[in-house]
């Protein structure tokens, strides 16, 4: 998946998270986070949207990690201060062990090779750092978007990566699992707001479909908007799986 230009131009605006909801995330995260003196990588960072709140949940020192260069510019427009490196997830390019934790939001389901990309979180990592990864993992159909827009999530489709799959990997490079947890989050206080966020096409899986798809998806949408069959909040749970690298570091 390719975030070029125009998705980066409204992607905060489909995609941005309220105060709150960043705070229960941080709450879920806060226990793996490294305090002031440490390092967090912010893994396909996107326009930053965890990069602050990351650092103000511990003072920890926050790198931004993203491969589109339009996504990248937003996040500098955003965020002038911020340390933003450009890479991808199966090569991220640090030294190792310069990373007590690696936040990774929304990354998995495009990662193209899951083994380098654990080989990539082992190596930056110090021993016994965490790896915090944020996604849907659960039921597709508990996504309130599922309905309207099925073929998003299609059987076999990048966006149904499942956990286990994951997590096998991960434990192939070393890492442990230590905490999964499920975080409610509103998507959108009412339904007019909802279509707002869908018409900007940011999620990867609504990007993906084909235009005729998405209009029709977005029409039926609009519909239950208008005649009140769909009301707010629209509220989603989404996960968080953590898992920890092991004592020792691999040869850098």
């Given at each position: ?14 995609r941005g998270l ?231 570091s691999p040869a850098?």
């Amino acid at each position: 998946m390719t975030y070029g230009f125009a998705m980066a131009a409204g992607y905060d605006r489909g995609r941005g998270l309220r105060s709150r909801d960043l705070e229960r995330w941080m709450a879920a995260a806060r226990p793996y986070l490294p305090s002031a003196g440490g390092r967090i990588l912010d893994l396909g960072a996107g326009t930053g949207r965890f990069s602050d709140a990351l650092t103000r949940a511990g003072g920890a020192s926050v790198v931004a990690c993203e491969p589109s260069a339009a996504m990248r510019a937003v996040l500098h427009t955003n965020r002038p201060g911020a340390l933003v490196v450009g890479g991808e997830a199966e090569s991220v390019p640090f030294r190792a062990g310069v990373f007590d934790a690696v936040w990774a939001s929304q990354v998995v389901h495009h990662v193209r090779d899951l083994p380098a990309f654990a080989a990539g979180l082992r190596h930056v990592l110090r021993p016994e750092g965490h790896v915090l990864l944020r996604g849907g993992f659960g039921p597709v159909r508990e996504l309130p978007l599922y309905r309207y827009f099925p073929l998003a999530w299609a059987p076999g489709s990048a966006a149904l990566l499942p956990l286990e799959r994951i997590a096998g990997v991960l434990a192939d490079a070393g890492f442990l699992p230590v905490d999964h947890v499920r975080v409610e989050q509103t998507f959108a206080e009412t339904a007019d707001e909802l279509v707002e966020r869908v018409r900007a096409r940011s999620l990867s899986p609504l990007a993906a479909l084909p235009d005729e798809a998405f209009e029709r998806g977005l029409a039926e949408l609009r519909s239950d908007a208008a005649s009140g069959a769909l009301t707010g909040p629209i509220v989603e749970r989404l996960d968080l799986a953590v898992f920890r690298a092991p004592h020792a570091s691999p040869a850098a």
